[in-house]
T-cell receptor, first 115, second 115 residues
Framework: AQTVTQSQPEMSVQEAETVTLSCTYD???????LFWYKQPPSRQMILVIR??????QNATENRFSVNFQKAAKSFSLKISDSQLGDTAMYFC????????????FGTGTRLTIIP | EPEVTQTPSHQVTQMGQEVILRCVPI?????FYWYRQILGQKVEFLVS????????KSEIFDDQFSVERPDGSNFTLKIRSTKLEDSAMYFC?????????????FGPGTRLTVL
């Protein structure tokens, strides 16, 4: 069974600063995908960024980037130049590269961007 | 941009009553999911559905739960006899394909309150 752990229940950062959200996971699979989903207040979850485990290069999407350390089973999300609209719950999620790809989520980190 | 919709946004019911939560996935998607999130806890997988049958279900998805795709657009989750512990946010998701870590698109959720 896979597990995903997010050890930071809440974080806050000043607007325009950089913040890093932590995620660790446990799996015996060799091929899998990792995701960060964002859930703004009262809105649906949207995908922020995705990482394929067999790719060594860290994924980047504009201000969002990940630090993927496969051996350490670590997958952190860095948000640069944070904006007020980044205020949300952030969930780390895992899916193996087989079967129906159900997502296994962490408990989430509530991020608040302070003006 | 196409999106997953869910109705109702909030459902209040008495313990022992049946509820049906409705979802309209993105029209060309083939894989459908239900997740739930008990307040303050992680998002948990309930069931996945493909080609008019359940692909996988979790331990949570017992005989009180059922899913159906009654027509070409709706995807429903029925709870036959609700219990207090069924109170949660229920999220529907859909994806276009199975392999390759395809993004799951989430609906805004239905908050179910069982009294």
């Amino acid at each position: 069974a896979q597990t995903v752990t997010q050890s930071q229940p809440e974080m806050s950062v000043q607007e325009a600063e950089t913040v890093t959200l932590s995620c660790t996971y446990d799996t015996s699979e060799n091929n899998y995908y990792l995701f960060w989903y964002k859930q703004p207040p009262s809105r649906q979850m949207i995908l922020v960024i995705r990482q394929e485990a067999y790719k060594q290069q860290n994924a980047t999407e504009n201000r969002f980037s990940v630090n993927f350390q496969k051996a350490a089973k670590s997958f952190s999300l860095k948000i640069s130049d944070s904006q007020l609209g980044d205020t949300a719950m952030y969930f780390c999620a895992f899916t193996p590269d087989f079967g129906n790809e159900k997502l296994t989520f962490g408990t989430g980190t509530r991020l608040t961007i302070i003006p | 941009e196409p999106e997953v919709t869910q109705t109702p946004s909030h459902q209040v019911t008495q313990m022992g009553q049946e509820v049906i939560l409705r979802c309209v996935p993105i029209s060309n998607h083939l894989y459908f999911y239900w997740y739930r999130q008990i307040l303050g806890q992680k998002v948990e997988f309930l069931v996945s559905f493909y080609n008019n049958e359940i692909s996988e279900k979790s331990e949570i998805f017992d005989d009180q739960f059922s899913v159906e795709r009654p027509d070409g657009s709706n995807f429903t989750l029925k709870i036959r006899s609700t219990k207090l512990e069924d109170s949660a946010m229920y999220f529907c998701a859909s994806s276009a394909a199975l392999a390759g870590g395809h993004e799951q698109f989430f609906g805004p959720g239905t908050r179910l309150t069982v009294l």
